[in-house]
């Protein structure tokens, strides 16, 4: 279908291209410039796909007429596409850890196990642990911080036992009080930041079962959340010196 173009600006003194246009009907902009084709040029650029073509534009030109705002519609993403991202992640993962019990938790047989005060018999050969060996063993970093209330609910105590399985695959886990947590002003929001440039923010219902998964790429977002991650990984445990100080649930 043709788009419906609105002519947005141009600051060639002609009317000449550079040009920046609007889609009527999504808002999307269309930019018109001087095409890029040399090859040392297109060689710098990443994810190329056959039929894109690259133009330059002066800053100033954005700078007087691209759009100041945009509305942003959730963008969800399948378990598989989300799963596929610990594989394709480049450099990092690191996960803020936020609520009191986790649903999927709660129907494992390893649950069962931690709230029978029996060994949880914890699995080190299955696809998530192979996923992170192989992650790390490639000197990417998976990171996380938990936050703990005070007193723990048993879901906390069974993921800080769990810490020491995510220890042996490579994942570097910590841990704050939730009271400095809110010190800090960390989120609410359980989520996951990957390299830096993209969080996928987990959803769950009332009854605490994760729901779905939504992908923000929303720069000043991922700006925030990347702050937050500095701040929350500077004051948080490394989970064996946080443990020894957590009391007995007894």
């Known amino acids: 279908m043709t788009r419906r173009l609105r002519y947005i600006g141009?600051?060639?003194?002609?009317?000449?291209c550079p040009t920046l246009y609007e889609d009527e009907e999504t808002g999307d902009v269309l930019v018109q410039g001087m095409l890029v084709t040399d090859p040392g040029e297109v060689a710098q650029l990443r994810n190329v796909k056959e039929g894109e073509a690259f133009v330059m534009v002066p800053r100033v030109l954005l700078a007087d007429f691209a759009p100041r705002a945009a509305e942003r519609e959730p963008v969800m993403i399948t378990f598989d596409e989300f799963e596929a991202m610990f594989a394709s992640f480049q450099h990092t993962a690191y996960r803020l850890e936020t609520r009191r019990q986790y649903r999927s938790d709660e129907q494992s047989e390893t649950y069962r196990r931690f709230v029978a005060g029996e060994d949880p018999g914890w699995e080190l050969?299955?696809?998530?642990?192979?996923?992170?060996?192989?992650?790390?063993?490639?000197g990417k970093r998976i990171e996380r911080v938990r936050?703990?209330?005070?007193?723990?609910?048993?879901?906390?105590?069974?993921?800080?036992?769990?810490?020491?399985?995510?220890g042996k695959v490579g994942e570097d886990t910590r841990y704050l009080w939730r009271q400095d947590a809110d010190r800090l002003s960390l989120p609410l929001e359980d989520a996951w930041l990957f390299d830096s440039r993209v969080i996928a923010l987990l959803h769950f219902d009332e009854?605490?079962?994760?729901?779905?998964?939504?992908?923000?790429t929303d720069p000043v977002r991922v700006a925030r959340a990347c702050q937050e991650r500095d701040a929350a990984w500077h004051f948080?445990?490394?989970?064996?010196?946080?443990?020894?100080?957590v009391p007995s649930g007894e």
Do not use: H
Not at 10 to 16: A, H, R, T
Not at 125 to 138: G, I, L, S, V, Y
Not at 236 to 245: M, N, S
């Open 10 to 16: 141009s600051n060639s003194g002609d009317n000449k």
């Open 125 to 138: 050969d299955d696809p998530w642990c192979r996923n992170r060996r192989e992650q790390t063993a490639k």
């Open 147 to 166: 936050i703990m209330d005070n007193p723990p609910t048993m879901g906390q105590r069974y993921l800080l036992d769990n810490a020491e399985r995510n």
């Open 207 to 216: 009854d605490d079962d994760l729901t779905g998964v939504e992908l923000i």
């Open 236 to 245: 948080a445990v490394p989970y064996r010196e946080f443990g020894a100080g």
